[in-house]
């Protein structure tokens, strides 16, 4: 990874001095450069597009009111890491911690159980854009533990949901920015000490919920060929309903969740009988498009709508890749979620878009509105 400059520019002096004395143009152009790594740092300590983005406005927000504080450049990157910090434990400190659905319960049974209905209140991570990972690129130092695709990965992010709130800090903080003891310690108010002892047991509980590798050194292992094979075989199969075929693709230990619902399955047996009897029943039409996700591949996948003769955004199934198996499929539907009919959600791909998430899963992922 690339280090950021230590050495403050004649134009960054000018643009500090300027924002400090009020002006607003000054103060967006110097802060520019920070905007996407600052977004993706809140969604890794938040798990959610939406809450990073809420933290992050009201960072930008407390940056501008504080900004006579910083007096060199030099000091800008660290003190807004720590305003971003705040303004996200603060986000913590309001609502439930955001999961994925094994975090919530256990699996499911496909004739049993349904799909059953989602909690009152979301509690669910959501994807991050591929497009902001890249815009985060060049602001880790080589001290850092975690690459930058890997530092959003769907496994990392959830496992650092499981951490107390100041753990979660520290440990990103420490192993993904590269901060040192003394400032990680400065930015969460407490000892150097409190730091370190923080970080121990953050780093403990990560790895204990984290695979031997990830998905990034997979991905890297497969190449972009074949993880394009991968994906292209998925999207075929899928859109002939061939249930076999799916489960041929999967790990022996493969998992489906489909988030904002509070069922997954487990196993290909498990997953069989879940297509058979949902999504590859042959009551719907179903179409899709490749796309990238948390570092991850992806697919879009549209469902046909009568009324609209076009078929519309349905999910966005991120994957997980083992070899060349799927180890997980991740769905993140977009479909309203405010009945609490059991038989709405069995006929979920007849039921209305929900607004707010079709912005997350489709448009922000650079997938079409719509397909013919």
């Known amino acids: 990874m690339t280090t950021p400059s230590t050495g403050a520019t004649s134009q960054e002096r000018a643009l500090l001095e300027a924002a400090r004395g009020g002006d607003e ?58 305003i971003a910090t705040n303004a996200s434990l603060d986000a913590i400190g309001r609502r439930p911690k955001r999961v994925l659905p094994m975090d919530y319960g256990p699996a499911a049974d496909p004739h049993n159980d349904g799909l059953g209905l989602p909690p009152a209140e979301s509690t669910w991570m959501e994807p991050y854009p591929d497009e902001g990972i890249g815009l985060q690129l060049g602001y880790a130092t080589p001290e850092t533990r975690y690459e930058i695709r890997e530092s959003v990965e769907l496994a990392f992010v959830a496992a650092l949901q499981h951490l107390p709130a100041n753990q979660r800090a520290t440990l990103i903080l420490r192993d993904v920015l ?41 991905l890297r292992t497969l190449g972009d060929k074949r993880i394009r094979l991968v994906v292209e075989a998925y999207m075929d199969a899928m859109h002939r309903g061939d249930v076999d075929a799916v489960v041929e693709m999967l790990a022996e230990d493969a998992t489906w969740s489909m988030p904002p619902l509070a069922a997954w399955f487990s196993g290909r047996d498990a997953l069989a009988d879940f297509l058979a009897l949902g999504p590859l029943s042959g009551d719907w039409r179903w179409r899709h498009y490749p796309a990238r996700a948390n570092g991850q591949a992806a697919v879009g996948s549209y469902c046909w709508y009568a009324e609209e003769e076009r078929y519309r955004p349905f999910a966005l199934d991120v994957l997980t890749l083992e070899g060349m198996d799927i180890k997980a499929i991740t769905s993140f539907i ?16 007849e039921q209305p878009l929900d607004p707010s998430e079709v912005g997350i899963a489709f448009e922000r992922f650079r997938l079409p509105a719509w397909l013919d």
Request: with cysteine; charged share 30%.
């Open 25 to 82: 143009q000054a103060y967006r152009r110097l802060l520019e450069p920070y905007r996407g790594p600052l977004h993706a740092h809140c969604y890794r300590m938040l798990g959610s597009l939406h809450d990073a983005e809420d933290a992050l406005q009201d960072a930008l927000l407390r940056a501008w009111r504080g900004l006579s504080k910083v007096k060199e450049p030099a000091a800008l990157r660290a003190w807004l890491y720590r």
């Open 178 to 218: 590269g901060f040192s003891a003394q400032e990680t310690a400065e930015s969460l108010e407490t000892s150097v000490a409190s730091a370190n002892s923080a970080l121990q047991r953050a780093r403990k509980t990560v790895d204990e919920r984290l695979p031997e590798q990830s998905q990034q050194a997979s």
């Open 334 to 349: 977009t479909r309203s979620t405010l009945s609490r009919d059991r038989h709405y959600y069995e006929r979920w791909p």
